[in-house]
Each structure stands twice: as C-alpha cells, then as structure tokens.
C-alpha cells in the first residue's frame, strides 16, 4: 500500500477539482494487487475518486478469467479473494454457471464457501460476471446493468467488520472488459443517503433517461432487467450512477488494459 500512496501522492498536483478530467499515470499489475490487497484490509484504504489511475494494468490469470466466461450462452462469475496474511489474491479457475440473464445470490454463496474451503479465501474484494451477447437488456454498448451497480453499492453500504470487503466489479462482454470501483466518495454518498429496494433504485435511474423498467425477462421469466423501447445508451445511465456515487468506471478491449472511462482522462 506504501507503493500505491507514493504513485498517489506525486500526481496530486494534476488534480484541479471533482468536476474536472484528471490526468494520473497507470498502474502495472503490482500496484494494482497492492491496492487491493490494502482494501482487503478494510474500506479505510479506498481511494478518493481523484487518485484512481488512467489505466490499469490486469495480469494473465485476469485476463485468462474474463476469456474463460466471455462467450458463455450464460452468466458465469469468478470472485476476486484474497487470504489474509498471504499477501496474494485468488480466483479459482472454474468460474459457476449463472442463468442467462443473471447469477443468482445462491450461486455466488455456494462459489464463495467453495472457495473459502477448497482454496483457504478469507473473503472477497471482487467479482467477475459475464454478460451473454443475447441480452437486449443491454443495447449495444458493453456496460453494467443498474442491478450490478445497485449490487456493488449495496455491498459498500455494509459496515460490519463481518461483511465482506467487495469493493469492484468487472464483466466480460463481447469483446470488452469493463470495471467500477468504489471511492472514499461512494462510501459517503451510501452511508449518508440509504439506497432504498432495487426495484425502486432501477425505476429511477431508468426514468431519468425516458426509459421503463421492467423486472422480468418479457421471454424466459427469470428475474432480470428489461427496459421499454430496447437498447437504450446503458453506459450512459452507468456514467450518471458513478457520477451521482462517486465510482470509478473502466472500460478495455480484451486482454488489454482497463482504461478509465469516468471520470474522463486526458490525452496528453
């Protein structure tokens, strides 16, 4: 973590307000662990939205996780865990078979004890899911659906010392990865302001941009998102999450970098 605030503390200076596009060096896949690592440790160690870096760089066992799930007929998910006092994360090389358009909470449950008995986790900081090219829930564009961003900020609301650290989430899709993280921001802005039900956190953030919320799938049933009229700019309404909650959106081709999409950068 020493690493990390260093790279932090001597790009400081490029940072002019909340409002303003930033400009930080990329992180190589060490300080990336290192920074995870430190949030294992507890939610003290999240970042302000203004030191997130402009790129990150993922190592091929991430890489190797996103592929295994991204051209699934169905969701898979991989958890990002960690072991404490091992100073090294773990993601196990199966991922569990979600429905088409979702992972229910079970199967993440049964991932989770899984992997706290086969491979020794202490907890998780992340996780991985796919979404399947079929879902007209999503448009077009690779992004997160409200569900997954309405999962990561009710995660972050959790103050117990007993909860877990999950502080990120990624998804494969198509040809892209993408990723939000928690800020020192984003914990504020839910401790302070209660999220409320799902169902009523999609149907404002979807009204907001004219759209319908529908909670079912319209062709299998299964719970999931589905908007009237299809394919609205879902990316769109992540970036006006994030911005309302202070996270950090990324978005990468696959096998590449993730670069960061909100708050914009910079080209210099």
């Not at 996780?127 to 997954?148: C, E, K, M, Q, Y």
């Not at 700019?233 to 993730?258: D, P, R, V």
């Amino acid at each position: 973590m020493e690493y990390v605030a260093g790279v932090v503390d001597s790009v400081r200076k490029w940072f002019k307000g909340p409002d303003t596009p930033i400009t930080l060096p990329g992180w190589n896949y060490e300080t990336y662990r290192e920074y995870l690592l430190a949030i294992s440790r507890g939610r003290d160690y999240l970042l302000p939205i203004e030191d997130y870096p402009s790129q990150i760089e993922l190592s091929s066992v991430w890489h190797d996780s996103f592929n295994q799930i991204r051209d699934l007929p169905h969701e898979g998910w991989v958890l990002i865990g960690y072991q404490d006092g091992q100073r090294r994360l773990v993601m196990p090389r199966v991922a569990e078979k979600g429905l088409s358009h979702s992972v229910p909470s079970e199967v993440m449950s049964a991932g989770i004890n899984r992997a706290i008995l086969k491979a020794g986790i202490s907890d998780y900081v992340g996780d991985i899911h796919s979404h399947p090219r079929g879902l007209t829930r999503l448009g077009n564009d690779s992004a997160f659906s409200v569900g997954d961003i309405y999962g990561l900020l009710d995660s972050l609301s959790e103050q117990r010392p007993s909860d877990p650290r999950r502080s990120g989430i990624f998804v494969a899709e198509g040809n892209e990865n993408i990723a939000a993280f928690g800020t020192r921001g984003s914990l504020e802005r839910v401790r302070n302001s209660p999220l409320g039900s799902y169902e009523d956190f999609a149907t404002k953030w979807y009204s907001r941009y004219q759209w319908t919320f529908i909670s079912t799938s319209p062709t299998t049933g299964e719970i999931a998102e589905a908007t009237t009229p299809h394919s609205p700019k879902i990316w769109t309404i992540n970036k006006g999450i994030a911005h309302h909650y202070q996270l950090s959106l990324y978005k990468g081709l696959a096998n590449g970098f993730l670069l960061r999409d909100h708050p914009a950068r910079i080209i210099m």
